[in-house]
T-cell receptor
């Protein structure tokens, strides 16, 4: 079974530029998550999709971050314009639908973003 | 979701059991205990979860105290590849499945 795919793996941009990250979840997984992980900290949820609808985007800085999941499969996360504090690893994860405990999340390798 | 407290770091000798503690004194009756780990430069990896009973799988064992206020993740025979940050997370199983990560415990397995 193929895992969660993310691209690019690394990206370096200057502040005020824009950047986009792509995620392809595990086939059949209805729920998709984007996390931000700043160096030395645990991942922080930015946005969660159930199929192509947003379940939770309470911690997404909506003035600069946007995300979409067209057709309920692949997803893109965009930052425009980027700030220095956006330097982090952006992780995508997916899980299957269910209504009881145990829906573990499978994470991709992440995209390391450096904003200079 | 309830908060958890974990030691910042731990060491373990290769081949020995690694016992990673986690306190979750405010856990609710419908919250599960999850463990994930993150090896350097990789995404987090699910290890195990439990509600009340002790659990075991091919990776680890999870021991939850009777009052559910703390738990221990046991790696029975640690190897160098088990060096990672281990996260203990509690969350409602039937909610929106959000995982709230703390800083975790850095486990270093020494040769």
């Amino acid at each position: 079974e193929a895992g969660v795919a993310q691209s690019p793996r690394y990206k370096i941009i200057e502040k005020r530029q824009s950047v986009a990250f792509w995620c392809n979840p595990i086939s059949g997984h209805a729920t998709l998550y984007w996390y931000q992980q700043i160096l030395g900290q645990g991942p922080k949820l930015l946005i969660q999709f159930q199929n192509n609808g947003v379940v939770d985007d309470s911690q997404l800085p909506k003035d600069r971050f946007s995300a979409e999941r067209l057709k309920g499969v692949d997803s893109t996360l965009k930052i425009q314009p980027a700030k220095l504090e956006d330097s982090a690893v952006y992780l995508c994860a997916s899980s299957s639908s269910g209504f009881k405990g145990g829906n573990e999340q499978y994470f991709g390798p992440g995209t390391r973003l450096t904003v200079t | 979701d309830a908060k958890t407290t974990q030691p910042t770091s731990m060491d373990c000798a290769e081949g020995r059991a690694a016992n990673l503690p986690c306190n979750h004194s405010t856990i609710s009756g419908n919250e599960y205990v999850y463990w994930y780990r993150q090896i350097h430069s990789q995404g987090p990896q699910y290890i195990i979860h439990g509600l009340k009973n002790n659990e075991t799988n091919e990776m680890a064992s999870l021991i939850i105290t009777e009052d559910r206020k703390s738990s221990t993740l046991i790696l029975p025979h640690a190897t160098l590849r088990d060096t990672a940050v281990y996260y203990c997370i509690v969350r409602v199983g039937s909610s929106n499945y959000k995982l709230t990560f703390g800083k975790g415990t850095l486990l270093t397995v020494n040769p």
